[in-house]
């Protein structure tokens, strides 16, 4: 009859001392709620396309800022209905011609001297069958923060990584250890 197999007191220890270093390092992930687990993570910056609405009697327009162009949707006040061809003259500092129609009630104009930050005025002239209408509104561009560098970001610290690969070089090589004297002792006890 083989006696049962248990580990010895110093491997005991060892096991006993890994295991308590991979609870300590999972400790945080197996918290429950209403604990505070660091800094929490800063959303995201969510920018809109800078923009500006203006509306008359017979048409609503929105004005938007895309790339280099400004994408301008005209519609009707009474039902919201697209006004197509109409003829749109815009004039403003960086910016002065005639928009172009893209599709139903959408026009596009250049504009690449609306990308600079800050207020810019806009005058627009709109000549649609009956309607005539002059307006005017403001674009507001906002400044464009730095963006974080991809470094920082993944940067991750050398003495965590080392320490989890030492780790698990030692426990390896702990498995090994043991598994090397239970074949001895299988071998001298059969």
């Known amino acids: 009859m083989t006696r049962p197999f ?29 604990h505070d687990h660091g800094t929490a993570t800063k959303p995201t910056d ?9 509306r008359s009697e017979d048409v609503e327009i929105v004005g938007l800022l895309a790339d280099k162009s400004l994408l301008i949707y005209v519609d009707r ?26 599709a139903d009630g959408v026009y596009q104009i250049p504009a690449a001297g609306l990308a600079q930050a800050g207020k810019h005025s806009l005058t627009l002239t709109i000549q649609a069958g009956e309607i005539v209408d002059l307006l005017s509104a403001t674009l507001e561009v906002g ?10 970001d993944t940067k991750r610290p050398w003495w965590f990584l080392a ?28």
């Not at 006004?83 to 893209?102: C, F, L, N, R």
């Open 77 to 102: 006040t009474s039902d919201n209905v697209p006004v197509q061809g109409a003829q749109i003259e815009v004039e403003g500092s960086g910016i002065k011609g005639v928009a172009s129609e893209m």
């Open 46 to 54: 969510v920018r809109l396309a800078p923009r500006f609405e203006v």
């Open 143 to 152: 400044e464009v923060p730095a963006a974080a560098s991809a470094k920082e």
């Open 6 to 34: 248990f580990l010895p007191t110093w491997a005991a220890r060892y096991v006993a001392a890994t295991l308590l270093a991979l609870f300590s390092l999972s400790a945080p992930v197996i918290a429950h709620e209403g």
């Open 163 to 190: 320490g989890i690969s030492l780790l698990l070089l030692s426990g390896g090589l702990v498995a090994r250890r043991l598994r090397r004297r239970a074949r001895e002792r299988a071998i001298h006890h059969a």
